[in-house]
């Protein structure tokens, strides 16, 4: 008797502990996933940034020949 009564307490406690190590998995895993897309983002900005400067001095570069009119170098 005592079996029977005992038995749906250790299945619930069974149960809680799948679900934590399931949620636990979860988490992890989208964690890594939103670093990665992170990162995977971050080098987009740098590549962007990179051309901005580029495209920049070469503006500027012009605007400093004359070629640009109206144009005045900060």
Known sequence: M???AVMP???AD???EV???VMG???RSS???MTKQRLRTLKDLDAAAI???QVWIAVCGTAADGAVGGFHRP
Do not use: N
């Open 31 to 33: 964690s890594t996933k």
């Open 25 to 27: 998995d979860l988490i």
């Open 51 to 53: 051309l901005l400067r």
């Open 19 to 21: 679900l934590d190590l």
């Open 9 to 11: 307490q250790i299945a």
């Open 14 to 16: 069974e149960a809680i």
């Open 2 to 4: 005592a079996f029977a």
